[in-house]
């Protein structure tokens, strides 16, 4: 079974650092792009970073540029974000996704269910 | 920047065809994919690269991408269709990008 299972949000306070998990499984991982969405309570999607399949590329949106990073362990099939600087306006639902594998910059085919992440003083 | 734009609310009557469409400048030289966003759920893929639909997306659903605007087309819509709807691209600019979303509304 595709699947994709986010874990670490929570609440944190402004400034400080949280590490988003997901876990992949029913695919071979290591042959995916991976990427971090986000939706701040009743928004749209906003794109936060994408990895290669190996990890030797990462790209950041300029909103988290500086502030977080995108990492993958592929032996144990996990995809992170490291998020550091944590703004009010990080406060958003995180999706991790795969990005298809027929070509280049396919769309996202498979999402999780997504982790709440909270900044709150 | 790139940037896509889309109306933020659409209504359709029950078996009618709604259209949503997704603005962007020379939209019809990228590859336009489409999501679909029920509440409280986690977004899936629609159509992929224009006008494919994915293993399991009913035909209703199909996509047209012409000029400056790409085109989500729903037949005979259903109240299981009610959702947020978004546009996707890849700008080499600006990466990974995304309309700000339509909700539909099946009357």
């Known amino acids: 079974q595709v699947q994709l299972v986010e874990s670490g949000g929570g609440v944190v306070q402004p400034g400080r650092s949280l590490r988003l998990s997901c876990a992949a499984s029913?695919?071979?991982?290591?042959?995916?792009?991976m990427h971090w969405v986000r939706q701040a309570p009743g928004k749209g999607l906003e794109w936060v970073a994408v990895?290669?399949?190996?990890?030797?590329?990462?790209y950041h949106a300029d909103s988290v540029k500086g502030r977080f990073t995108i990492s993958r362990e592929n032996s144990g099939n996990t995809l992170y974000l490291q998020m550091n600087s944590l703004r009010l306006e990080d406060t958003a639902i995180y999706y991790c996704?795969?990005?298809?594998?027929?070509?280049?910059?396919?769309?996202?085919?498979?999402w999780g269910q997504g982790t709440m992440v909270t900044v709150s003083s | 920047s790139y940037e896509l734009t889309q109306p933020l609310s659409v209504a359709v009557a029950l078996g009618q065809t709604a259209k949503i469409p997704c603005g962007g400048s020379?939209?019809?030289?990228?590859?336009v994919h489409w999501y679909q966003q029920k509440a409280g759920q986690a977004p899936v893929l629609v159509i992929s690269?224009?006008?494919n639909r994915p293993s399991g997306i009913p035909e209703r659903f199909s996509g047209s991408n012409s000029g400056n605007t790409a085109t989500l087309t729903i037949s005979r819509a259903q109240d299981g269709d009610e959702a947020a709807y978004y546009c996707?691209?890849?700008?080499?600019?600006?990466?990974?990008?995304f309309g700000g979303g339509t909700k539909l509304t099946v009357l």
């Open positions: 990895i290669s399949d190996d990890g030797s590329n990462k």
């Open positions: 996707q691209v890849w700008d080499s600019s600006a990466a990974w990008v």
């Open positions: 029913g695919f071979t991982f290591s042959k995916s792009a």
């Open positions: 020379n939209i019809e030289s990228k590859n």
């Open positions: 690269r224009n006008d």
């Open positions: 996704a795969r990005e298809g594998i027929m070509g280049v910059h396919d769309p996202l085919d498979i």
